[in-house]
Nanobody, 116 residues
Framework: QVQLVESGGGLVQAGGSLRLSCAAS????????MGWFRQAPGKQRELVAA???????NYAVSVKGRFTISRDNAKNTAYLQMNSLKPEDTAVYYCAAREDSVYRYWGQGTQVTVSS
């Protein structure tokens, strides 16, 4: 089991930046992968970015080049640095973790709102 707590959401103007944090209740070095998902009103939840314990990353096409996922195993925390934010990035962002092929652990979500 692992509990995840997100923080760092808020309201920002288009073109601005935010950094989301995801604190895990146990060593992130023992978690195979951590990911950030988002869900906008009326839309399905989508994977934004993910990082494995080995440091491999992947990104949604819509955020590649603007968002960066990272993890600090010493702090048991994962991050999502979001730059050049657009109104279409507005959503609830969720941190998730998996130890196999399924994301089984989820945070409560944090709201990100980008104004035009």
């Amino acid at each position: 089991q692992v509990q995840l707590v997100e923080s760092g959401g808020g309201l920002v103007q288009a073109g601005g930046s935010l950094r989301l944090s995801c604190a895990a209740s146990r060593r992130t070095s023992s978690i195979y992968a951590m990911g950030w998902f988002r869900q906008a009103p009326g839309k399905q939840r989508e994977l934004v970015a993910a990082i494995t314990s080995g440091g491999s990353t992947n990104y949604a096409v819509s955020v590649k080049g603007r968002f960066t996922i990272s993890r600090d195993n010493a702090k048991n925390t994962a991050y999502l640095q979001m730059n050049s934010l657009k109104p279409e990035d507005t959503a609830v962002y969720y941190c998730a973790a998996r130890e196999d092929s399924v994301y089984r652990y989820w945070g409560q979500g944090t709201q990100v709102t980008v104004s035009s």
